[in-house]
C-alpha cells in the first residue's frame, strides 16, 4: 500500500460524510465563491477612488452599473467587489486571532483541570457575558488608526471565549480517552500529549465554530462600519451602507443599501451553511439533513 | 438553591468588577492621551483644572483607578462633553426605553422562537421544518439597520401605517392614548431587533431538539409505549430547553449590539441610540458610562436566567 | 533470581464527592495494603472480580495513578514519588497493555506512526532505524509489514491488540502491566493473543503482571498468581499451588467456577451468597465474611493478616 499518510486519509470518514451533505456542499462552494473573488478582485474591477462624476450619482442599476452607484457617483458594483476582500480579510484575521487565544486556553482549561481550568472557565464565562458590541465601539473609537486591520484584531480579541468554550468541551471528552491514557503511559511529553494527540482528535468541534466565527465577524465588522468606525478608506461592505444611511437616500436609492445587505447575507448564509455541513459530518448520530 | 444564589451573585459581581475595570483600562490605556479622553478640549483653563481634580486626572494611575471606583459607586460617571451634565442623568433617561424594547423582544423571541424550534426539530424533514429552517437561516444573516430601514420605508413612508421614528408622539396624553401610542412606535423596533434573535432561538432549540430526540432513553420511552405527546412534552421538551434558556443570558448580550443598531436607524431614544451620537460627536464619557450601565444590566438578566436554569434543572444545584 | 519490582504496603483511595454540608470525608478504599515482589523473567497473575482493586493496582504501580500510600521500588531504586522529566524517562521500562483494544489507539494516527512515536519520543531511534524496529515489532506480533499505513479502524480487535502490544514493546520494557488484555476479544482470538504473550516473554524476557478476572487465562502463563478481594490480596502463591491446595474459601469459589470441558465431570461449584460489599465502608473484621461459606464468629470482629506458609500466602481466620 502506497504511503497515504495525509490530510485526506486520517479524515476520510468525515469528509465522505460531508460531502453526503447537500446545505454543507452548498455553504462550500458560496464560501470558494467567496474566496475567488476576494482574491481576483482586481481582475474584475477597477479601484474604486475619489469622487465620480456628478452626473453619476445615485444612477439605477443597469448595464453599465450592474449594482447602480452612490451618492459620489462612484460604481456600487466595484464597491462591492473590493468588499469582499475586506471581509474575507477581517474574517481570516478574526478567526486566527480568536483561535489562537482561545484553543490553548481550552486546551489547558480541559486537559489539566485544577487552577488552570478555574481561570480559564472563569475567564471565559465572563468575557461571554460582556456585551461586545458597546465594548468594542468604546474600542474602536479610543484607538487612533481605524485601520481594517485593527478592526478585525479587535473582533478577533473579542471571539475567543466562544472559540476556549468549545475547545474546552471536546477536550474535556478527549482527555477521558484510554488513548490519551496511553500517551501518557508510554512517556510522550505532556505538551505533545496536549497539542499532538488530544487536539487532533478534539479539533473537529472547533472546525464548526471557525466557520461561525467567521460568519459573525462580518456582521460585527458591518455593525462597526455602520456606525461610522471603521477603516474610511476601505470599501467594506458596513462602509457602504453607512455611507447610504448618511446620504440620506436610504429610502429613494434602494440599490445602495440593498446590494451590500444582500453580499453579507449571502456570506453568513454560506459560512453557516458550512458550519452546518461540518457539525452533521462529525456528528455520527445525525448523518443525513 | 440559596447557596447557588450566593454563588451566582458572587460571580455576577466579579464580572462586573471587572468589566469596569477593563473599560477604565482601555480608556486610559490608549495611545492617545487619556486627559483628552474625558475631558472636552473646549474647557476653560479653570474648568479642567476643576475636573482634572474631581477625576484625578493628575495623580498617578492607581490613585486614578480608585478615584474611579469610587465614583462609580457614587454614581458618577463623569459629565458628558457635549450636553454638560452628569452622564449618569443622561443614561438614566435613555435606559428604561432600552430595557423595554430589549425586555420586550426578548420575551417575544422566547415564546415564539422556542416553540417554533421545538415543533420544528419534532417534525424534523417535513415541509413546516424545512421552511422554519430556510427563515431561521436567512434570520440569523439579516443585516439589522437594512431591515429597519426597509420595513420603516414599507410601512412607515410608504403604507403610513406606523410611526417613522420615536418612541412616542410628542402631545399625547397619560392613560391608555400613551401605552397605545408607545406600542405603536414600538411594532417596528421590535421586528427588526427580533428577527436575528429569534432566527437564532428557532436553530438552537430545533438544534437540541433534534440533539435530545436522538438521545437513548427518548427511545425508551418511546419503546415503553408512552403516548408521543408526553415523549415530547416531558422528555424532550424539558431537556432541550436547558441550553436553550442557558444561551438565553448569552443572547442577552449579542441583543445590545442589536439594539444599538435598531435604535439608531429608529430615532428610538434610547441607550442605543445615544452610543450612537457619542460616537460622531466623540463623547467619551457618555460612552464609558453607558457601557459600564448596560454591561451592568447585562449581569443582572444573566444572572436571572441562571436562576431560573438552575431551578429547571436539578443538576445544577448539586454541586 | 533477580527481584525486579517491589510494591510494598501500596494504597490507594479516592475521595468522594459528598455534599457541602457534611464535614464527613468519605473514600473508596480501593486498594489497601496491597505488597508483592515481581521478578525479572516471572509472570505474576493478578486476579480478582470487577471492584477488587486489581487495575488500580497496576495502574498505580506505573504512576498513571498517584498512589495514597506505599511504596514502588523498582531495581532498587525508590520511584514512588517520582515526577516530571523524571519519571518520564522511567517510564521506558514499564509498560502498560490496555484492557480495550479499540479504546488504547489514537484514531487518527496510523499503526507505524503510533508505535514509532514514543520511541522517537525518548530518542531511542532516529526516523530511519525506528521505522526499521517498527517492521521487527510487527514480525514479533504476527502483523504484516503494509500494515504500515494504516489506520486502528481498519483492523480487527486481535489485530488491534497485537498493535498495542508492539507499541509496549518498542520501549524494551524490563516490565509489563497487562491488564486484562483479552478481556475484550472473541474467545477464539483470546488463546492467540495469550500464546503470542508466551512467545514474547521467551524471546524477550521482560516481568509481566497479568491482570485479569478470570482464572483459567492466568492459569496458563503465570508463574505465581494473586488473588485480591476488596483491595486486599486474599491469597498468594505458586500457581500450581493455587490449583492444587487452593486455602483461602473466595480462590476455592473462583476454582470450581472453571468450566470443565469433560461434560460427564462432576463438578462442585461453590455458589457465592450475598453482595460485595460496598468498597466505601468495608466491613470490619474480614472482608469476606458475609459471603463467606466457613465463617467463623471471629470473622466478623477481627480483619485477618496475611500470613506466610511456606511460600503459600493467606489472609483467614481458618489458619
Redesign the interface.
Known sequence: ?????NFL???D?EIKAFFSHKLGIAGLIGVSFLIIVAILAPLIVEPVEGYGAFEDKLLKPSMDHFFGTDDMGLDLFSQVVWGTRASIKVGVIAVSIAMLIGVPIGLMSGYSGGILDTLGT?LT??F????????M???A????SNSINTVALIIGIFSWPMIARITKSSTLRVSG???I?????????KR?IIFK?VL??ASTPIFVNLTIVM?TSI??E??IS????GDPTTHSWGKI?HNS?QSGA??TAWWY??F??LA??F???SF??LSMGVRDALNP??SRE | MGKYIQKRLFKGAITFFITVTLTFFIVRLMPSDPATMLMDPRMTEAQRQQMLMDFGLDKPLYIQYFTYIFNLFKGELGISFMQKREVMDIIMDRLPWTLLLMIITQAITMLVGIPLGIYAGYRRGSVFDQVTNAFAIFGISIFVPWLGFTLLYFFGYRLGLLPIGGAYTPGVEGGIQYFLDVGQHLILPIITLMTIYLANYVLYTRGSVIDVLSEDYIRTARSKGMEENRVLWKHASKNAMIPTVTAAGLMLGRMVGGAVLTETVFAYPGVGRMIYQAVSQQDFPILQGAFIILALSVIIMNILTDVINAYLDPRIKID | MEKILEVNNLKKFFPLKTSIFSREKKYVQAVNDVSFELYKGETLGLVGESGSGKSTTGRSILKLIEPTDGQIIYKNKDITNLKGEKLRNTRKELQMIFQDPYASLNPRLTIGEAISEPMLAHNLYNRKEAREKVMDLFHSVGLGEDYYNRYPHQFSGGQRQRIGIARALGLNPEVIVADEPVSALDVSVQAQIINLFKDLQDEFGFAYLFIAHDLSVVKYLSDRIAVMYLGEIVEFCKKDDLFNNPMHPYTKALISAIPVPDPTKKVDRIILEGDIPSPVDPPVGCKFNNRCYKKMDICEKIHPKLQDFNGHKVRCHLY
Open positions: 500500500m502506497k504511503n497515504k499518510n486519509d486520517r479524515w470518514k472563569g464565562d465572563i461571554l457575558t460582556i456585551p461586545m458590541l458597546p465594548l465601539i468604546i474600542v473609537a479610543v484607538t487612533e480517552m484510554q488513548y491514557e496511553a500517551a501518557n503511559s508510554l512517556g510522550i511529553k505533545d494527540h487532533m482528535n460568519a456582521i460585527t458591518s455593525a455602520f456606525l461610522g468606525l451602507l444611511y436610504f429610502a443599501s440593498l451590500p445587505s453579507i447575507m456570506f453568513v448564509i453557516n451553511f448520530k445525525i
